[in-house]
């Protein structure tokens, strides 16, 4: 039986979400100075982007939370973040749930509303976790860099993604 006692849970503050989102860009960095050409950020699965995303597990009243542009704010943020430390032929995707899966919860139509944020214009490529793409209709979305220059109808991609030029595949 657990004990009561104070809880451990609390908010992150502003300066620590940036501090997590620079987090987010040194380590990119750091992988393109080991010589990888794309990184993934996991904004799925309960992660903390998820979290964030998720009207269920993001209860804030600031403006990190709220409607899905407060709760999409530190995915912004961790885009930008990156963009700015590993600009110019350095993919970056981003793994975006489709659904929470639960009643009230991040759903189709949200993560849709999020793969269309301006933001997007800076990711390489959109993924959505495998189990979702039996109930959803799109798999991964690729961008050329610019969200006018592609039909905004969720469309499955079969033969891959533009990358940059120099893009040469890494064996681990």
């Known amino acids: 039986m657990r004990e009561e006692g104070p809880s451990l849970e609390r908010y992150a503050s502003p300066a620590e979400i940036a501090d997590i989102a620079g987090q987010f860009a040194t380590a990119a960095r750091m992988s393109r100075e080991a010589g990888m050409q794309v990184v993934e950020v996991h904004a ?9 995303l998720s009207p269920l597990t993001n209860r804030r009243t600031d403006r990190w939370g709220g409607d899905l542009v407060g709760r999409s704010r530190f995915l912004v943020a961790v885009v930008r973040a990156i963009r700015a430390r590993t600009r110019g032929g350095f993919a970056l995707a981003v793994k975006l749930n489709t659904a929470d899966f639960q009643r009230g919860g991040f759903d189709a139509e949200d993560s849709l509303r999020v793969a269309r944020m301006p933001i997007t214009s800076q990711v390489s490529l ?9 109930r959803n209709p799109w798999t991964i979305l690729g961008f050329d860099g610019s969200l006018e220059s592609i039909p905004w109808r969720p469309r499955r991609v079969h033969t891959g993604v533009k990358l940059p030029k120099d893009f040469r595949p890494v064996n681990v």
């Open 44 to 52: 799925a699965h309960g992660y903390l982007l998820s979290q964030f």
């Open 126 to 134: 959109i993924e959505t976790p495998a189990v979702a793409r039996s």
